[in-house]
Every structure is written in C-alpha cells, then in structure tokens.
C-alpha cells in the first residue's frame, strides 16, 4: 500500500498567458476610434447650428459618381407654406415636442398588433437626425442611434434651424434633387420662394418616397393626400409659429 509521501504531487496549473502587447493595443485602438464615430455626430450638431450640412446620402452619391442637385436656401427663402404644410403632413406637433414625440410613440405601440409596426413613428428631428448621420431603412440599431441623437439636436438647435436643415437635405426627386429648392425646380421649374399651397402640398406628399411618388406626375394617390395635406396646413397654422426663424 503506498503512502501518503509516496503519491504523486498534482501539476500546478499553468499560467494564463497574456494577451501579445500588439492585440492589446489594437483592441484599444479600434475602442477608441468606436467612441469617437459614436461621439463625432454629437460634435458636429454644434457645427450645423452655422454651418450647411449635407447628408449622408448624398454623400454616398458624391463617392459613387451618383447625380447630386442640391442647393441650401434659408428659411427666410423658402415659402412660408412649404414649412407649414411639411409639419402639418409629417409631424404635426414639432413645435412641441422634445425631439420625440412620446404621445404619438405610445399611441401607436398601444394599436401595434406586432412592436416593430411602431418603428414607422419619424419625427421631422429624428428624419433629420437619420439623413444627417445614419442609413435609410427601419431596423432596431438604427433607431437606437436615432433616438439620443434627435433628443441633442432639439437640445442645441433651435427648432427652425432643424427644420431648414430638414428641408435642406430631405431626397425630393428621383435622380438625386436633394432639398426643396431642387425639388421645386425639378417638379414645378419654380424656386422654393415661389412654390404655392397647392405645389407645397404635392411635395410634401412625396416625401416618404420621391422615387416612387411624383409631384411633377402626381398619380391619384399622391393628389389625394395632397388636398388633405393643403388643407390641414390651414387649419395648423397657428401650431406651427416654431417654423419661422426669431431675430
């Protein structure tokens, strides 16, 4: 029978060894050129309070050969309608909200059958949050990019500063007419100072899709919503003061 002092002692463990210093370094690189992508946009809302954006999209055009027609007018030269009947018809309480509008948000989670019907909820901030700094399409990531972004830009910028930067960079024609001095010369050959109720209805009713809707061609559906876009900047006009700029 062996004794106790004759029994193999067990190996110690070995080690762990550490990461290379290189793997090290490059994973603290790649980290820190993460947070500065993610913080870049929260920088450059600051800089869009004077200085004209373009958007990501148009971007993407530009690095690809993509036609591009763009020119940013001021507020102060873009017809009064235009503005009015674009909130009436996509978010109609931006002079209120915070960025997000909460109360919409839970009304339609409330009438969703499934949460992700609840992702077509845009306020005028968050599109420009989307076509300044992020992609098109729906998705979850996306939205939570979105969101804190939309809730800074209704932080540091004034609201009518928003809107002129949303009406500035919204896509509004089918082969790159971006903003709505290209999109009224495209659909109507008119600059935005002179476009009429009418013609800002018909606008605003392509917004969600200018490559399949036409305000030049308007089908009967793109018409018919923009009857009811025309008449409920009429009826919204007192609710929309925030779309003139203050001096």
């Known amino acids: 029978m062996a004794t106790a002092a004759a029994r193999p002692r067990p190996r110690a463990a ?30 450059l809302v600051l800089l869009y309070r004077f200085v004209d954006p373009v958007s990501t999209l148009m971007l993407w055009r530009w690095a690809h ?25 996509e978010d109609g309480r931006f002079c209120s909200h915070r960025g997000i509008d ?5 009304e339609r989670i409330e009438d969703a059958d499934d949460i992700s019907e609840a992702r077509g909820v845009s ?20 939205k939570a ?27 509004w024609g089918p082969r ?20 009429s109720p009418h013609e800002a209805a018909l606008l605003a009713a ?13 089908g009967p559906a793109v018409r018919r919503l923009a009857i009811i876009y025309e008449a409920r900047a009429v009826a919204q006009a007192p609710l929309a003061g925030c779309a003139r700029k203050r001096k």
């Open 123 to 142: 306020t005028i901030t968050q599109q420009t949050a989307k076509n300044l700094f992020l992609w098109p399409g729906r998705s979850f990531v996306r």
């Open 14 to 43: 070995a080690p762990a060894r550490a990461l290379p210093r290189w793997l090290v370094r490059l994973g603290l690189a790649l980290l820190i050129l993460l947070v500065v992508i993610l913080l870049l946009p929260y920088l």
């Open 145 to 171: 990019l979105e969101v804190p972004l939309a809730l800074w830009i209704d932080l540091v910028l004034p609201k009518w500063r928003v809107l002129e930067i949303y009406l500035n960079i919204a896509e």
């Open 206 to 218: 392509v917004l969600p899709n200018p490559r399949r809707r036409s305000a030049k061609q308007p």
């Open 176 to 195: 790159g007419e971006f903003g709505v001095e290209a999109g009224g010369r495209y659909a109507f050959n008119r600059p935005a100072r002179a476009l």
């Open 65 to 89: 050969g993509a036609r591009v027609v763009h020119t940013f007018v001021s507020l102060e030269r873009i017809a009064p309608v235009l503005p009015m009947t674009v909130i009436a018809s």
């Open 102 to 106: 909460w109360r919409e948000l839970r």
